[in-house]
T-cell receptor, first 114, second 114 residues
Framework: DAGVTQSPTHLIKTRGQQVTLRCSPK?????VSWYQQALGQGPQFIFQ???????QRGNFPDRFSGHQFPNYSSELNVNALLLGDSALYLC?????????????FGSGTQLSVL | AQTVTQSQPEMSVQEAETVTLSCTYD???????LFWYKQPPSRQMILVIR??????QNATENRFSVNFQKAAKSFSLKISDSQLGDTAMYFC???????????FGSGTQLTVLP
C-alpha cells in the first residue's frame, strides 16, 4: 500500500519563476492538504482540496494556487516566486468521512528560490 | 485563531531514560484534537500519538504517552525507555473539530544519547 508520494524531491528556481509541485494521496484517501515548512519552523497550512475544490485556505497570498484531479492527486502552484518561498512543502492526505482525524504526510518537496 | 507553543527548542536524554516534551495551546473551541508528530531527518512527518479533547483518559501508544490537562491547555509527551531511533524533531499540533487543518508548534529537537 503506497503512502503519500510527492514529486519532485528537490527543486531550484529563480525569483519570478513559477513552480508546480505534485502529490499522490495514500490509497483510499480523498482529501489533500498542503503545508509550507520554513527552515527551523513548524509547518503552516496552505489549503485543502476535496472533491476537486478548495475547501479551506490558510493565510497565503493568491500566488499560491492548487488543483485536485478526479483520481484525488493534487498540484500546488506558486507564481512569481519570492526568496521567502524557499521551504519544504508537505502534502498530507486523509479520508473525509473518517472520524479519526489522522493525516498521513509525504516526505515533501524542498524548494529553493535563488 | 488557535496557537500552539513549544517552549523547549532542544532537549537531550540518555538511551533507556524517560523524557517529557512540553506543549501548551490556546483555543476557544470545545471540540478539538491534539497530536504529536515526529519528523526525522528523512523529513516525513510521522504521527506519534493523538488525543481527543472530549476524552479524559490520556492516550498511550507503546512507549509514548501524553499528559492532557484540558483546563490548563497543556499537552505534554512522555517517551519512556528512549531509543536512538527516537532522535528527531517533535511537533505538537492542534486540529479543531470544525476545520480539518493542523496548527503546529515550532518544534522540539530531541536527541537520544548512547
Amino acid at each position: 500500500d503506497a503512502g503519500v508520494t510527492q514529486s519532485p524531491t528537490h527543486l531550484i528556481k529563480t525569483r519570478g519563476q513559477q513552480v508546480t509541485l505534485r502529490c499522490s494521496p495514500k490509497s483510499g484517501h480523498d482529501t489533500v492538504s498542503w503545508y509550507q515548512q520554513a527552515l527551523g519552523q513548524g509547518p503552516q497550512f496552505i489549503f485543502q482540496y476535496y472533491e476537486e475544490e478548495e475547501r479551506q485556505r490558510g493565510n497565503f497570498p493568491d500566488r499560491f494556487s492548487g488543483h485536485q484531479f478526479p483520481n484525488y492527486s493534487s498540484e500546488l502552484n506558486v507564481n512569481a516566486l519570492l526568496l521567502g518561498d524557499s521551504a519544504l512543502y508537505l502534502c498530507a492526505s486523509s479520508l473525509r468521512r473518517a472520524t479519526n482525524e489522522k493525516l498521513f504526510f509525504g516526505s515533501g518537496t524542498q524548494l529553493s528560490v535563488l | 485563531a488557535q496557537t500552539v507553543t513549544q517552549s523547549q527548542p532542544e532537549m537531550s536524554v540518555q538511551e533507556a531514560e524517560t523524557v517529557t516534551l512540553s506543549c501548551t495551546y490556546d483555543t476557544s473551541e470545545s471540540n478539538y484534537y491534539l497530536f504529536w508528530y515526529k519528523q526525522p531527518p528523512s523529513r516525513q512527518m510521522i504521527l506519534v500519538i493523538r488525543q481527543e479533547a472530549y476524552k479524559q483518559q490520556n492516550a498511550t501508544e507503546n512507549r509514548f504517552s501524553v499528559n492532557f490537562q484540558k483546563a490548563a491547555k497543556s499537552f505534554s509527551l512522555k517517551i519512556s525507555d528512549s531509543q536512538l531511533g527516537d532522535t528527531a524533531m517533535y511537533f505538537c499540533a492542534f486540529m479543531s473539530g470544525s476545520a480539518r487543518q493542523l496548527t503546529f508548534g515550532s518544534g522540539t529537537q530531541l536527541t537520544v544519547l548512547p
